[in-house]
């Protein structure tokens, strides 16, 4: 079946470091990818998905690049601010908004931003 | 955009009590709502699907005797734990799926069993 995974957290990283959090997915066939954000007390937020391969999906500052050959969708962010802190989820869906069916969730990395 | 609105954000209840938590959509019409709990440091697992008018369809693996779950309207689901034990305390998170918005999370529900 479907499965996602993603780095184990806590992140903790300063103001302005580069951030990276690593995803990679098992999936038969070519499922959309998707970043979501979820920040203390909140529901998840999509922050961006990819649909197809070598797509990049964009939003924040954040980017994540759908890679085929290895299966994965990295989020990066080039200046994190303290504002980002918050638990980013990667997951896959079919079609364009994650289709009919549920999404596959990875475990969450947690992303801590200090001053 | 697309607002799905949960209540109650937190609840605490005793043993062998039931709760309710609701997910209302407040602008599109939900005509499937996921059901899905949050165990810490772990990811979210779905619980259940069901569409408007019909019986829940759940995951293998959950009661669906214990949660019970409603959705009369394309505007409201509800997630019901029946007798509910500690070990039933949880995030528990709804997403409501409506054209053309995909997918829109509700903010959650701690629900801590004493």
């Known amino acids: 079946g479907d499965s996602v995974t993603q780095m184990e957290g806590p992140v903790t990283l300063s103001e302005e470091a580069f951030l990276t959090i690593n995803c990679t997915y098992t999936a038969t066939g070519y499922p959309s990818l998707f970043w979501y954000v979820q920040y203390p007390g909140e529901g998840l937020q999509l922050l961006l998905k990819a649909t197809k391969a070598d797509d990049k999906g964009s939003n924040k500052g954040f980017e994540a690049t759908y890679r085929k050959e290895t299966t994965s969708f990295h989020l990066e962010k080039g200046s994190v601010q303290v504002s980002d802190s918050a638990v980013y989820f990667c997951a896959l869906g079919w079609g364009e908004t994650g289709g009919g069916n549920k999404l596959t969730f990875g475990t969450g990395t947690q992303l801590k931003v200090e001053l | 955009g697309a607002v799905v609105s949960q209540h109650p954000s937190r609840v605490i209840c005793k043993s062998g009590t039931s709760v309710k938590i609701e997910c209302r959509s407040l602008d599109f019409q939900a005509t499937t709502m996921f059901w899905y709990r949050q165990f810490p440091k772990q990811s979210l697992m779905l619980m259940a699907t069901s569409n408007e008018g019909s019986k829940a369809t759940y995951e293998q693996g959950v009661e669906k005797d214990k949660f019970l779950i409603n959705h009369a309207s394309l505007t409201l689901s509800t997630l019901t734990v029946t007798s509910a034990h500690p070990e039933d305390s949880s995030f528990y998170i709804c997403?409501?799926?409506?054209?053309?918005?995909?997918?829109?999370f509700g903010s959650g529900t701690r629900l801590t069993v004493v």
């Open positions: 997403s409501a799926r409506g054209r053309p918005n995909g997918y829109t």
